[in-house]
């Protein structure tokens, strides 16, 4: 008897795993299907988790008297944040701002307040803000005259492009707004994964037609003339050769650009540009104009 209890209470053990298992399983479906009902994203979620003050949402505290100036450190001045091909959150920490002079026991860290305000910048393009930032909660040194906090940036849904604006700290009546500059940058992959397939055809497309052209004679016509050096592997090896090269020049000029795809159409019109310019697109055309 003893052996089947055992038996009995290890089925019990697995039917309560099991249907816990699936308890979590429908709690995950009914948390994703709340925050895609209230439209917020994973990358929004995930910025809310960590940074929940959003701008302009101090509470109200007395004056600072005297007045009390605030000035960002010299690490904190000036920040850079390079999204690339990513459109999640990206977290800027240990940004500080000092005080002229300790701040009074009444300041708090719920009376600090933040504003922000990012614009894509180019004069051809078209004006886009980028998703106002959040913050963690601010935290105020032992000696009173530091502020530290860290900046949330959701880039989800912003398109490519080179992002420059301000972050502003105040408070209290009083307390002297200080502000550090920020830049952000986000290119796009998909265009430029568009461009580089483009650029690689004609280039392609270029090279046969040059050497069906020097192969052509009057005996036979185009069709033979191009059969030639798709027939020849030397002249596939030449060719992948040369392809790779132009890819290399193409992926150069992606990758020095940390807001690549900002001006849409003009940037695989470059693509395309270097491509033909890497395989020696002019003197093809020529020799290809003078054999014809």
């Known amino acids: 008897m003893k052996p089947s209890r055992c038996i009995g209470g290890s089925r019990l053990t697995s039917v309560v795993a099991a249907l816990a298992a699936v308890a979590a399983v429908w709690l995950a479906i009914g948390s994703a299907g709340a925050a895609a009902a209230s439209g917020q994203t994973p990358s929004a979620l995930l910025a809310i988790a960590a940074c929940p003050v959003k701008t302009n949402q101090a509470k109200p505290g007395p004056a600072l008297r005297p007045p009390i100036d605030l000035s960002p450190t010299t690490q904190s001045a000036q920040k850079l944040v390079n999204f690339g091909t990513s459109r ?162 193409l992926y150069g000029a992606y990758s020095a650009d940390p807001a690549w795809g900002a001006t849409g159409f003009a940037g695989i019109v470059s693509l395309v540009g270097t491509a033909f310019g890497a395989i020696g697109g002019h003197a093809i055309l020529t020799a290809f104009g003078t054999k014809a």
């Open 88 to 249: 999640g959150v990206k977290v800027i920490r240990h940004v500080t701002f000092t005080a002229a002079k300790p701040l009074p026991a009444s300041v708090t860290a719920e009376q600090i307040s933040f504003e922000a305000s990012l614009a894509r910048t180019g004069d051809t393009l078209e004006t886009a803000e980028f998703p106002e930032p959040t913050f963690t909660v601010p935290v105020i040194s032992e000696d009173r005259q530091s502020i530290s906090f860290s900046i949330c940036l959701n880039a989800a849904g912003i398109a490519a492009g080179k992002y420059v604006g301000l972050v502003s700290v105040s408070g209290p009546p009083g307390l002297g707004a200080a502000s550090i500059n920020l830049t952000v940058n986000a290119k796009d992959a998909q265009l430029f994964t568009f461009g580089w397939i483009v650029a690689l055809l004609g280039a392609f497309g270029l090279l046969l037609i040059k050497d069906a052209a020097a192969a052509k004679t009057g005996a036979n016509n185009w069709g033979a003339a191009l059969s030639q050096p798709l027939t020849n592997l030397a002249w596939w090896g030449a060719t992948v050769v040369a392809l790779a090269t132009a890819f290399g020049a």
